[in-house]
């Protein structure tokens, strides 16, 4: 059946009425997806490729070899016995701390103190993990509990002063993380804070965490998971979920886009953006309980007890772009730099280049959504720098 226009334009082909609708005939819709979704895959493949090419070069120009350094990345963070266990449990901190951040982020707030937050959350944990006296799983439970309650009221603090005094969150988080070492520093000298009781109190060594209270693990492959892995991912699920999902997330989101807008449909800025830090604040806790009781950094509480996991967790969340699930494989990638770099010494190259290689990685993951945002400026006519 056809249909002639008044204009006399080619006739349109109109279906039979009933006849089903062609199955093979894409929606524009569809269509228009993949046409964007394919440039944007060849760009993130090439940038990454690009900056595999130049830490190849840098590694080469050092006197090392390439393939070797890439080959004991692999080694050491999948391929050896147990490793990619060990990279898993690397990967829950850093997870933690990046469903904190993009939790916060929602709303606006910019909290960048986490690496004092796992350190304080670690010491919490430490604290009571061997002083409390009872069945393992309750000394377990309550250690967390008091790393999540430590974190999130160092996060708090940053909040308090934002709405009352009006001090920039990014500011106030970072110096906080310096007063948190100190305030470590200074627990591990006293044996009634941190010091362990078997040693001189002037050296900076905990207590060794009791067998039974530490987190349990389960055998996967000839791999041992900690449970801390499992509590992780939960909880990245849950929060994916309260940020798509409920009112708490709607709040949030409509914060971080539009306070005046919140403002102005009953959103209270202090009680959800502080609320958020809060949250920030007590996963990175978290991720510093996990940390410890997971034996990954051993069995006791120290002055570097955090080593980078604050900072690195803070990376994961930038390159996830606000996803709550995307950051769980970006977690296992800095997991992969991580407990690969200890095979580097076997190649005669200094482990600190897998910071150069991990640097080159979240610089080649950051030009796609830069020169979306430029294509998309440029779209709008609006003026890019």
């Not at 997806?33 to 090419?53: G, N």
């Not at 007063?179 to 009634?192: E, G």
């Not at 995307?326 to 897998?354: K, N, Y």
Request: glycine fraction near 10%; charged fraction near 10%; aromatic fraction near 6%.
């Amino acid at each position: 059946m056809t249909a002639t226009t008044s204009s006399g334009a080619a006739p349109a082909v109109v279906p039979p009425e009933g006849s089903p609708p062609s199955a093979a005939a894409p929606t524009p819709r569809r269509t228009s997806r993949w046409r964007r979704a394919v440039p944007i895959a060849i760009t993130y493949i090439v940038s990454v490729a690009v900056a595999l090419a130049l830490c190849a070069l840098l590694v080469s120009i050092t006197g090392g070899s390439a393939s070797e350094v890439f080959s004991a990345l692999i080694d050491g963070s999948l391929r050896s016995p147990g490793a990619w266990g060990l990279t898993v449990n690397t990967a829950a901190p850093l997870l933690c701390v990046a469903i904190g951040t993009i939790w916060a982020g929602k709303a606006g707030l910019s909290n960048i103190g986490q690496e004092g937050q796992v350190l304080l959350g670690a010491a919490g944990t430490a604290y009571l993990a061997t002083r409390l006296e009872g069945p393992g799983f309750f000394v377990i439970v309550v250690s967390l509990a008091g790393g999540v309650v430590v974190g999130g009221l160092w996060a708090l603090l940053a909040a308090v002063m934002k709405y009352t005094r009006n001090v920039p969150e990014v500011i106030s988080t970072l110096l906080l993380y310096f007063i948190a070492i100190q305030m470590t520093d200074y627990a591990l000298t006293k044996r009634w804070l941190l010091a362990s009781l078997s040693t001189d109190s002037r050296v900076n060594n905990g207590q060794p965490i009791k067998s039974d209270a530490r987190l349990p693990t389960f055998e996967i492959f000839g791999n041992s998971i900690s449970v801390g892995a499992v509590i992780a991912v939960v909880l990245t699920a849950l929060i994916a979920f309260a940020l798509a999902r409920t009112t708490t997330g709607f709040r949030l989101r409509m914060l971080g886009l539009n306070p005046r807008t919140a403002r102005r449909a009953g959103v209270s800025a202090a009680l959800v953006g502080g609320t958020a830090l809060a949250v920030s604040g007590a996963t990175a806790g978290l991720a510093g309980a996990i940390w410890l009781t997971g034996g990954v950094p051993g069995d006791r509480f120290t002055s570097n007890m955090s080593s980078n996991i604050g900072w690195q967790g803070l990376l994961v969340a930038l390159l996830a772009r606000q996803r709550a699930l995307l950051a769980i494989p970006m977690a296992f990638v800095f997991a992969v730099l991580r407990t690969g770099s200890q095979f580097l010494s076997a190649t005669g190259v200094d482990r600190r280049i897998a910071d150069v290689v991990q640097a080159m990685l979240v610089l080649a993951l950051l030009v796609p959504p830069a020169i979306q945002e430029i294509q998309r400026r440029r779209a709008k006519g609006e003026v890019v720098a």
